[in-house]
T-cell receptor, first 117, second 110 residues
Framework: EAGVVQSPRYKIIEKKQPVAFWCNPI?????LYWYRQNLGQGPELLIR????????DSQLPKDRFSAERLKGVDSTLKIQPAELGDSAVYLC???????????????FGPGTRLTVL | QQPVQSPQAVILREGEDAVINCSSS?????VHWYRQKHGEAPVFLMI?????EQKGHEKISASFNEKKQQSSLYLTASQLSYSGTYFC???????????FGTGTRLTIIP
């Protein structure tokens, strides 16, 4: 079974430029998460999707960040314009919420390392 | 409400044991443990759902003390492959959101 796929793996941009990250979750996983991980820190949730619906975007800086998951499968996270403080690793994770499950196991992709100069 | 992990870092010789703790100030519903190697994705180790529960994964096991709002990860007879940063993610009842600790960096030396 293929894992969570993310691209690109690395991205270097200048501040004020736009950038987009792509994620393809594990097949059949209806829940998709975007996290940001700063150096030496644990992942922090940005947004969570249940199928096409964003059910938790309270941590997403909406002035410059946007995300979409139009067909309930793959997802795109965009930053426009990027700032120096956005340099981090952006992780995508997915899980399968099956009836009767008390809790979901989240499986992470390798992440996109963003450097803003 | 970020869980607190301790120690922040530990260096062990191959074959030694380690304990990593994860504490919360709020009543927990579940604790999720991950290991992340440098430049790689966090890899799922195990979930603990209720107080007093213990789980095992090869020579890695964990416990969940509901009264203390704490989980501990036990690594016995550590191997070089156990090196990495260990994160606990905590969730509260009725909320699927995971909040991760700042991690414990484990280094195993031959």
């Amino acid at each position: 079974e293929a894992g969570v796929v993310q691209s690109p793996r690395y991205k270097i941009i200048e501040k004020k430029q736009p950038v987009a990250f792509w994620c393809n979750p594990i097949s059949g996983h209806n829940t998709l998460y975007w996290y940001r991980q700063n150096l030496g820190q644990g992942p922090e949730l940005l947004i969570r999707y249940e199928n096409e619906e964003a059910v938790d975007d309270s941590q997403l800086p909406k002035d410059r960040f946007s995300a979409e998951r139009l067909k309930g499968v793959d997802s795109t996270l965009k930053i426009q314009p990027a700032e120096l403080g956005d340099s981090a690793v952006y992780l995508c994770a997915s899980s399968s919420h099956r009836l009767g499950d008390k809790v979901n196991t989240q499986y992470f992709g390798p992440g996109t390392r963003l450097t803003v100069l | 409400q970020q869980p607190v992990q301790s120690p922040q870092a530990v260096i062990l010789r191959e074959g030694e044991d380690a304990v990593i703790n994860c504490s919360s100030s709020k009543a927990l519903y579940s604790v999720h443990w991950y290991r992340q190697k440098h430049g790689e994705a966090p890899v799922f180790l195990m979930i603990l759902l209720k107080g007093g529960e213990q789980k095992g994964h090869e020579k890695i096991s964990a416990s969940f003390n509901e009264k203390k709002q704490q989980s501990s990860l036990y690594l016995t007879a550590s191997q070089l492959s156990y090196s990495g940063t260990y994160f606990c993610g905590t969730a509260f009842f009725g909320n699927e959101k995971l909040t991760f600790g700042t991690g414990t960096r484990l280094t195993i030396i031959p």
